[in-house]
Nanobody
Framework: VQLQASGGGLVQAGESLRLSCGAS????????VAWYRQAPGKRRELVAS???????NYAESVLGRFTISRDNAKNAMWLQMNSLKPEDTAVYYC??????????WGQGTQVTVSS
């Protein structure tokens, strides 16, 4: 099983980035997927989730700026991040899980937003 995240980088405040995560080795459509982030010295936090049933959920801090999407046929998920702020700076991780059964993490991709 592998989750491969990509798309991070260094941008200025107000700009956009699109993170991608490809999955292999799992029946992707059966999994709830999510993006988490971890800033230096802080706990990992949920950014956005997309359930296998089609429900999305966002952290209040990114609501209206970030959009999570998935394509089960492509075994892929994305996080479109607009109007980025310096406080969005973190390592972003993709996650796929079947509750109480399996959970997998991507390797993380660094997002740095300069002011």
């Amino acid at each position: 099983v592998q989750l491969q995240a990509s798309g991070g980088g260094l941008v200025q405040a107000g700009e956009s980035l699109r993170l991608s995560c490809g999955a292999s080795g799992i029946t992707f459509r059966r999994y709830d997927v999510a993006w988490y982030r971890q800033a230096p010295g802080k706990r990992r936090e949920l950014v956005a989730s997309f359930s296998s049933g089609g429900r999305t959920n966002y952290a209040e801090s990114v609501l209206g700026r970030f959009t999570i999407s998935r394509d089960n046929a492509k075994n892929a998920m994305w996080l479109q991040m607009n109007s980025l702020k310096p406080e969005d700076t973190a390592v972003y991780y993709c996650n796929a899980r079947q509750p109480r059964v399996y959970e997998y993490w991507g390797q993380g991709t660094q997002v740095t937003v300069s002011s």
